[in-house]
């Protein structure tokens, strides 16, 4: 029987664990080689093969048209915080950025160190509990890509409609990547960390549109260039041969499963009830997020005290459901729901919450 726990952290995430166990079964002795494949040579027969059959998943599960070409590049979304403006802005030209929390901000703070960055929506007012309507966005002229972040992973919100603007738009995607379809003819540049529903730590998968490719500024380091890092096919470098492989692996289950369609049926049951069960408890739990920008990947929530709160937690680790503490700067309580989190596990969560309220409430 597995030993297993429930494991809702933002990150590293649960994996399948179908995944893992083919990887282990692999681990030792790759194919009959006689070694690990991250032991060998990442210009060698076994690793070019994962690599490619990694790129070709990552294409048919993302639904990416054939104007985009993907990239796997170290550093996860961090990096690309600057790759992003050190590409795409040159003299002359803006970006805005919607300031919609933790991750938003961070952006924003790095690619002003790069380019003429303006803030198209603030929703600090808000205490970043809510995304925009459509109608809150301000382009401004000489705009060369709006920057959205489609899912705060420590304030709990999501945009669940995307924004329509007259400009394209380049979104960090971190921690909804794959559990939804992406608007691809509104985008330039689609990013986000692996760690959260696609993998191990250690790389972000950059879908960019290759047209832009033959734009982008030369006047930079060469791992930094898209350009190049297309041109190399992501082999610039030595790259991160383990998050590569296990990436394969996931995508792999996840068109298995039934693709994006699937992952977002599952999603959308998964916070369902995880909401009712807070909704339900008068107040027992709360959560801070406007209602319409509830977040279907990390569920943020509240009990009436702190010390009620790490009861909570400590009692809840007891039960084998782990990784519920709140982002250190916010407090609380946070449900990491990630495309390979069972539904079962949820449902472990919710049956421990309704109990909890139970006996302390």
Known sequence: MSSRKHNFSAGPCTLPLTVLEEAQAEFVDYQGAGMSLIEMSHRGKHFDAVANEAMALAMEVSGAPDDFTVLFLQGGAIL?????????????LRAGYLNTGTWAK?????????GDVYVAWDGEADNYARMPAGGEIGIEDGTRYLHVTSNETIGGIQLREWPTVDVPMVADMSSDYLSRPIPWDRLDLVYGGVQKNLGPAGMAVVFVRKSILEETNRDIGRYL???????????????????????????????DEGGIPEMEARAAAKAALLYD??????????????????SHMNVVFRLPSEDLEAQFLGEAAGADLLNLEGHRNVGGCRASIYNALPHESVAALTDFMRSFQADNG
């Open 80 to 92: 690309q915080f600057s790759m992003v403006p050190m590409n795409l802005l040159k003299p002359g």
């Open 106 to 114: 961070g952006a924003i703070t790095d690619a002003r160190e790069y």
């Open 225 to 255: 260039r898209y350009d190049i890092q297309a041109s190399k096919q992501s082999m610039f470098n030595t790259p991160p041969v383990f998050t590569i492989y296990m990436l394969g692996k996931v995508l792999r289950w996840m068109r």
């Open 277 to 294: 069960t807070i909704d339900q408890s008068g107040d027992f739990y709360r959560c801070p997020v406007d209602v319409a920008s509830r």
